[in-house]
């Protein structure tokens, strides 16, 4: 028999494995049931310009995603992935990654579904999901991190009540190349 098993120390610091709720919002771990709407998704033209996912994307690449990468992510304490359910639906994915828990920092990542934009999601979630880590997981500051050409994004940070900061030059790439990315902050004091 073969397991795969990620080798950590007993006591690595990590967010907790929770369910975050604010009305018709849930943050919920990622399952396998999501596995069809995360390919549709990462297949999606707008999130290939502005995430670097495998493409093609297909079914092994988000089944490994649930199964074994969103666990990895949270094992490590390098951070914690969580659905975007809207009213009972699957509507995307947000994340918690690069976190350094003696800095007391860490970044979100979102996309929403096709289907589900336009409707203030990605902004409540990053709300809820930044919020919960300021005010209960010990976190002092959470950047959101946007390509200068991807307005949705930083609208959307803007919305969640992130303050842009400034530019960071080169500091990211897409399947187009590099790209400078606007910085988003909030801190404890913030909230
Ligand atoms: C960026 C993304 C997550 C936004 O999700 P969303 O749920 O549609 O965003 P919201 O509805 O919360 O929008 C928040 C604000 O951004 C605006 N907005 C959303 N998409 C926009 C777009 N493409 N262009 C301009 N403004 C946009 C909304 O009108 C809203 O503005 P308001 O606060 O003035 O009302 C979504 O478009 C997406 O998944 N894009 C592909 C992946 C991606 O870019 N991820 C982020 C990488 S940093």
């Not at 991807?150 to 399947?175: D, I, P």
Request: charge should be positive.
């Amino acid at each position: 028999m073969c397991h795969t098993r990620v080798m950590i120390e007993p006591d690595t610091p990590r967010f907790a494995d929770v369910a975050l709720r604010e009305g018709s919002l849930v943050l919920r771990p990622p399952v396998v049931a999501d596995v069809p709407a995360i390919v549709r998704s990462c297949r999606d033209a707008l999130t290939q310009r502005w995430l670097p996912l495998s493409d093609p994307y297909d079914e092994s690449h988000a089944r490994e995603f649930v199964t074994l990468g969103a666990e990895t992510t949270w094992r490590s304490g390098d951070g914690v992935v969580r659905a975007i359910e809207h009213d009972g639906a699957f509507a995307g994915m947000i994340d918690l990654k690069k976190t350094s828990w003696r800095g007391r920092t860490t970044e979100i990542g979102y996309w929403v579904a096709p289907e589900h934009r336009g409707r203030g999601l990605a902004a409540r979630a990053a709300r809820l999901l930044g919020d919960w880590a300021l005010r209960d997981q010990g976190m002092e500051r959470v950047e959101i991190r946007a390509a200068t050409g991807n307005l949705g994004s930083q609208r959307a940070a803007l919305a969640a009540g992130y303050r842009e900061e400034g530019v960071l030059r080169s500091a990211g790439f897409v399947h187009g190349g590099r790209v400078d990315l606007v910085v988003f902050g909030k801190v404890r004091a913030d909230l």
